[in-house]
Nanobody
Framework: VQLQASGGGLVQAGGSLRLSCAAS????????MAWFRQAPGREREFVAA????????YYSDSVKGRFTISRDNVKNTVYLQMNSLKPEDTAVYYCAAGAYLSGSRFHQEYNYWGQGTQVTVSS
């Protein structure tokens, strides 16, 4: 599986962005998908995850109620809608895929990673 993330950018606090992660391959539906982020000098942090069917979603406490993860298994794409952005959301955001995973918060369990997309939130 190859993953291509896009949609990052510079936004003011309170604004919104939508990240996309396009996946190659015919078996997209078996992969649990997740978004992680990493700020300079900090460890990679779980943001959100979604099951292969899209029926279950999981969020970190820091983004719950502001971010929404979704997927389109026809387009082989997972999305992260980010609303009410805060300066502390500034990071490189990575999408990840793991076969048959559902909601794992541990980056070690994901086998495939996108290249990352920068999100910068100004105050």
């Amino acid at each position: 599986v190859q993953l291509q993330a896009s949609g990052g950018g510079l936004v003011q606090a309170g604004g919104s962005l939508r990240l996309s992660c396009a996946a190659s391959g015919r078996t997209f539906g078996i992969y649990g998908m997740a978004w992680f982020r990493q700020a300079p000098g900090r460890e990679r942090e779980f943001v959100a995850a979604i099951s292969g069917s899209g029926g279950r979603t999981y969020y970190s406490d820091s983004v719950k109620g502001r971010f929404t993860i979704s997927r389109d298994n026809v387009k082989n794409t997972v999305y992260l809608q980010m609303n009410s952005l805060k300066p502390e959301d500034t990071a490189v955001y990575y999408c990840a895929a793991g076969a048959y995973l559902s909601g794992s918060r541990f980056h070690q369990e994901y086998n495939y990673w996108g290249q990352g997309t920068q999100v910068t939130v100004s105050s």
